[in-house]
């Protein structure tokens, strides 16, 4: 399948996998207008990208409309739900709370040869949100980050043989982890 292009499908897709379904008022002869504003308030896609997105997402079999009486709902397919699966994985970032806890959370993998590529989106995807390597398979980080690794190891359609979470209090010699992740010495 050809990956989506545009700002405009992008936001489509993630703002449908969030919301579930979005309800238009099918009658409006401002039905685009009214579909923008909902999606892009304040974002600088013009309507007929919109348009022209929707078209897209429609041809690929990604977004469907749905009538009830004059109400028009739009929402994603199975297919579509998959395809903005992927964008979230692309945003997905981990928040830091102001104090650090003291816990290190590690996550060691063993992702087999025959799922190479996973394995090195997988790790790929764990520098990209600022853990760093300990050792070939071990990365580490010192917030809260169960909920996201877990999301990519579903996203990845990993098991908890293949990836797996720890939380520690200590670990040994973690002053140039500390000095890294700035957490003071």
């Not at 309800?23 to 304040?42: E, V």
């Not at 996973?118 to 980080?141: A, C, P, T």
Request: aromatic share 12%; with cysteine; glycine share 6%.
């Amino acid at each position: 399948m050809p990956r989506i292009k545009g700002t405009a499908s992008q936001e489509i897709l993630h703002t449908l996998l969030v919301g579930g379904a979005l309800l238009i008022a099918g009658q409006s002869p401002y039905f685009w207008l009214n579909l923008y504003k909902r999606l892009f308030q304040g974002k600088p896609i013009r309507e007929p990208q919109v348009r022209d997105a929707f078209r897209y997402l429609q041809k690929r079999r990604l977004v469907f409309f749905e009538k009830h009486g004059k109400q028009v709902y739009l929402r994603l397919t199975p297919e579509g739900e998959k395809e903005a699966e992927k964008f979230q994985i692309n945003k997905l970032a981990i928040s830091v709370p102001s104090k650090w806890d003291g816990r290190w959370r590690l996550i060691i993998f063993d992702i087999p040869e025959k799922k190479r590529i996973k394995r090195e989106s997988f790790r790929g995807k764990l520098k990209e949100m600022g853990f760093r390597r300990l050792q070939k398979s071990i990365w580490v980080y010192p917030y809260p980050c169960e909920k996201e690794v877990k999301l990519l190891r579903e996203f990845f359609n990993l098991t908890h043989q293949n990836i797996r979470i720890l939380e520690i209090e200590k670990l040994e010699e973690d002053t140039f982890l500390r000095r890294i992740f700035k957490l003071g010495i």
